[in-house]
């Protein structure tokens, strides 16, 4: 299995405009995740999916939008690309366990995006 | 809302050396708790995952230890090797809540000198 596979790996984008970020996993887990780091900050979460066609917010969901149209991808769409969004992404995947408490994510390998 | 802390923020240690790191959350009626490794420019691994039924979980030399009456988490690294050095995080998810809405610790950046 690969895991779970993001594209691309770095990215600069000016001011406006509006880029993809794109994420597969091949573990046919239920939940995937996107977040955001920055510098010496912990990853903050944007937006989640419980399934194919299910969506939600996250901690900072601004700026973004996602779809979620299959269990394998979950891409990231930012569509006026702003300084602050300047970040490393990372996609996540998880089983999505029942029982809530035995649950891992497995995270991405992370987009570097400079928005300049 | 749960709040996830890490102290130290930075470690500098020998080699074979035994250490503790420290996490701190807020909400105690979490269902478990993880620890995750980062190596520079990469993604997250994870390392550890105490169910909240647990009091200890163990993988090799990684031994981490959960107490939600205090709302601690330690994780010990025992003879630790160069190959330890990385930026360690811990996640806690809501308090009661649903599991996949992690809090991130800032993490402690572990540097093991040869």
């Known amino acids: 299995n690969a895991g779970v596979t993001q594209t691309p790996k770095f990215r600069i984008l000016k001011i406006g405009q509006s880029m993809t970020l794109q994420c597969t996993q091949d573990m046919n887990h239920n939940y995937m995740y996107w977040y955001r780091q920055d510098p010496g900050m912990g990853l903050k979460l944007i937006y989640y999916s419980v399934g194919a066609g299910i969506t939600d917010k996250g901690e900072v969901p601004n700026g973004y939008n996602v779809s979620r149209s299959t269990t394998e991808d979950f891409p990231l769409r930012l569509e006026l690309a702003a300084p602050s969004q300047t970040s490393v992404y990372f996609c996540?995947?998880?089983?999505?366990?029942?029982?809530?408490?035995?649950?891992?994510?497995?995270f991405g390998p992370g987009t570097r995006l400079t928005v300049l | 809302k749960q709040e996830v802390t890490q102290i130290p923020a930075a470690l500098s240690v020998p080699e074979g050396e035994n250490l503790v790191l420290n996490c701190s959350f807020t909400?105690?009626?979490?269902?478990?708790l993880q620890w995750f490794r980062q190596d520079p420019g990469k993604g997250l691994t994870s390392l550890l995952l105490i169910q909240s039924s647990q009091r200890e979980q163990t993988s090799g030399r990684l031994n981490a230890s959960l107490d939600k009456s205090s709302g601690r988490s330690t994780l010990y690294i025992a003879a630790s090797q160069p190959g330890d050095s990385a930026t360690y995080l811990c996640?806690?998810?809501?308090?009661?809540?649903?599991?996949?809405?992690?809090?991130f610790g800032k993490g402690t950046l572990l540097t093991v000198n040869p």
């Open positions: 996640a806690a998810p809501p308090g009661g809540g649903s599991n996949y809405k992690l809090t």
């Open positions: 909400d105690s009626a979490i269902y478990n």
């Open positions: 996540a995947s998880s089983p999505g366990d029942t029982r809530h408490s035995t649950d891992t994510q497995y």
